[in-house]
């Protein structure tokens, strides 16, 4: 079967760094993106992995490993506003996305 | 409008009830989705869109239909609605089926 893990909860403090893990088994891959989701609202796109390695857009990277089935999302001088689930989701080899369950990230000041 | 629109906002439906959520997007995407998302649960797709005039079934298709007869337009039918079926449902659309998708505000849908 096909299946996405996160995390459910992580809590970090307003400055500081996080990281949100992610691991993945599904048939076939065809890319990895990361949304984000304030409560009560749609998923927005953050960013999208197709090659190994570390994708940087501001305070947000996000990483890939294809032979570990593995990927990170990384914020920077978190703020309150980043509160909000962060979800995973990968494209499989019928070009459809797999969903993780997502991680609800709660800033502390 | 900008960028893709449901409606209703929300909805209380007695179970047995018909109902189609509406779904329009001005970007002239080629792609159209439906999910709903349930709590503890990752968004799970219903149906798909690659192209105007073909639609597909996604991982939970069953008690729903679609139809795409243009490019802007992708409603969900629920023929009969049963309680399992109250969910968030968010449309979605991409400039080609492997492209980002982007997403409409979502239909909180309660069925009694």
């Known amino acids: 079967g096909q299946n996405i893990d996160q995390p459910t909860e992580m809590t970090a403090t307003e400055g500081a760094i996080v990281q949100i893990n992610c691991t993945y088994q599904t048939s076939g891959f065809n890319g990895l993106f990361w949304y984000q989701q304030h409560a009560g609202e749609a998923p927005t796109f953050l960013s999208y992995n197709v090659l190994d390695g570390l994708e940087e857009k501001g305070r947000f990277s996000s990483f890939l490993s294809r032979s570990k089935g593995y990927s990170y999302l990384l914020l920077k001088e978190l703020q309150m506003k980043d509160s909000a689930s962060y979800l995973c989701a990968v494209r499989d080899e019928d070009y459809q996305l797999i969903w993780g369950a997502g991680t609800k990230l709660i800033i502390k000041p | ?112």
């Open chain 2, 1 to 112: 409008i900008a960028g893709i629109t449901q409606a209703p906002t929300s909805q209380i439906l007695a179970a047995g009830r018909r109902m189609t959520l509406r779904c329009t997007q001005d970007m002239r995407h080629n792609a159209m989705y439906w999910y709903r998302q349930d709590l503890g649960l990752g968004l799970r797709l219903i149906h798909y869109s690659n192209t105007a005039g073909t639609t597909g079934k996604g991982e939970v298709p069953d008690g729903y239909s679609v139809s795409r007869a243009n490019t802007d337009d992708f409603p969900l039918t629920l023929a009969s609605a049963v309680p399992s079926q109250t969910s968030v449902y968010f449309c979605a659309s991409s400039r080609q089926a492997s492209g980002e998708q982007f997403f409409g505000p979502g239909t909180r849908l309660t069925v009694l």
